[in-house]
Antibody
Framework: QVQLVQSGAEVKKPGASVKVSCKAS????????INWVRQAPGQGLEWVAS????????VYDQRFRDRVTVTSDTSMTTIFMEINSLTSEDTAIYYC?????????????WGQGTRVTVSS | QSALTQTASVSGSLGQSISISCTGT?????????VSWYQQHPGKAPRLIIQ???WRPPGVPTRFTGSKSGNTASLTISGLQAEDEADYFC??????????FGTGTKVSIL
């Protein structure tokens, strides 16, 4: 079945970097965009970035543009999100989500989430 | 981009109908028919329940309906069920492959 499986929880110190992975299966990896969405504790959803697997094409929310990089490895059908210069405000659950069929602009499949905790 | 505005909480009795609003601007909700809605139970990932304003993906109960008027989109749950108690988030395409989520609405069963 179609699924996205994310890497495990991370604990990082302020100023460090973190790289979260999202492995896709059950569909043709390069045919669907992948987005990253985060949710701080007790808060709502925030869109972070949108990427096209198999290319270097990615778009970032302006709040994250300088610190977030999304890459992919088609041989592993995996997409990665790296966040640099972490602060306590980056403490959140990070979700990858598949963009549904071309033109529908909705996120139809979600990963289980990766909890990132930033603490000294 | 500012978050879309949603009512913080809505409550209703079993079998009752409730509506959740999602207000944006003429540059996002008002401009694109790409509003989607997500249901999130505690500790779980969000689940898509409405896309392109009105369309339900396969498997989503028919009691969930979406609509839009001007800069405000709405989600209606007709015949509230116990399992509908959850957080609900709207989301809109905002151009240039950007997206904006709503602030979220907590739906409670009385």
């Amino acid at each position: 079945q179609v699924q996205l499986v994310q890497s495990g929880a991370e604990v990082k110190k302020p100023g460090a970097s973190v790289k979260v992975s999202c492995k896709a299966s059950g569909y043709t990896f390069i045919n669907y965009g992948i987005n990253w969405v985060r949710q701080a504790p007790g808060q709502g959803l925030e869109w972070v970035a949108s990427a096209t697997p198999g290319t270097s094409d990615a778009v970032y929310d302006q709040r994250f543009r300088d610190r977030v990089t999304v890459t992919s490895d088609t041989s592993m059908t995996t997409i990665f999100m790296e966040i640099n210069s972490l602060t306590s405000e980056d403490t959140a659950i990070y979700y990858c989500a598949r963009l549904s069929q071309s033109g529908q602009e909705a996120f139809d499949v979600w990963g289980q989430g990766t909890r990132v905790t930033v603490s000294s | 981009q500012s978050a879309l505005t949603q009512t913080a909480s809505v409550s209703g009795s079993l079998g009752q109908s409730i509506s959740i609003s999602c207000t944006g601007t003429a540059d996002d909700v008002g401009k694109y028919n790409f509003v989607s809605w997500y249901q999130q139970h505690p500790g779980k990932a969000p689940r898509l329940i409405i896309q392109e304003v009105i369309w339900r993906p396969p498997g989503v109960p028919t009691r969930f309906t979406g609509s839009k008027s001007g800069n405000t989109a709405s989600l209606t749950i007709s015949g509230l069920q116990a399992e509908d108690e959850a957080d609900y988030f709207c989301c809109t395409y905002a151009g240039n492959r950007n997206y904006v989520f709503g602030t979220g609405t907590k739906v409670s069963i009385l």
